[in-house]
């Protein structure tokens, strides 16, 4: 079993940053790939980015590449995600996932476990 609970969310003015923080309990955290989705009013969820379990692989989607960065601190079974030049279409309730296999990371349905989500909210 793995609990997920993600921090960091609020309200930013469009090209601010914020840092999303999920922290994953139970003594499998590296075994696992962590996958970050967003989901806007009234739009499916959709995938953000996810990092691999070692933290060498990462990938993003197309609409956050170069402004979005996932990391990960093993240490401390904390997964981040980095955004900066943040835009009104970023809005959204932000989710961190954890996944067991890399085929399928874009995919929600393929993840086993989530948390509750944090609230971005970007003002124009």
């Known amino acids: 079993q793995v609990q997920l609970v993600e921090s960091g969310g609020g309200l930013v003015q469009a090209g601010g940053s914020l840092r999303l923080s999920c922290v994953a309990s139970?003594?499998?955290?590296?075994?696992?790939?962590m996958g970050w989705f967003r989901q806007a009013p009234g739009k499916e969820r959709e995938f953000v980015a996810a990092i691999s379990g070692s933290g060498g692989y990462t990938y993003y989607a197309d609409s956050v590449k170069g402004r979005f960065t996932v990391s990960r601190d093993n240490t401390k079974n904390t997964v981040y995600l980095q955004m900066i030049s943040l835009e009104p279409e970023d809005t959204a309730v932000y989710y961190c996932?954890?996944?067991?296999?890399?085929?399928?990371?874009?995919?929600?349905?393929?993840?086993?476990?989530w948390g509750q989500g944090t609230q971005v909210t970007v003002s124009s």
């Open positions: 996932a954890a996944i067991r296999l890399w085929d399928g990371i874009t995919w929600s349905s393929r993840y086993n476990y």
């Open positions: 139970g003594r499998t955290f590296t075994s696992r790939h």
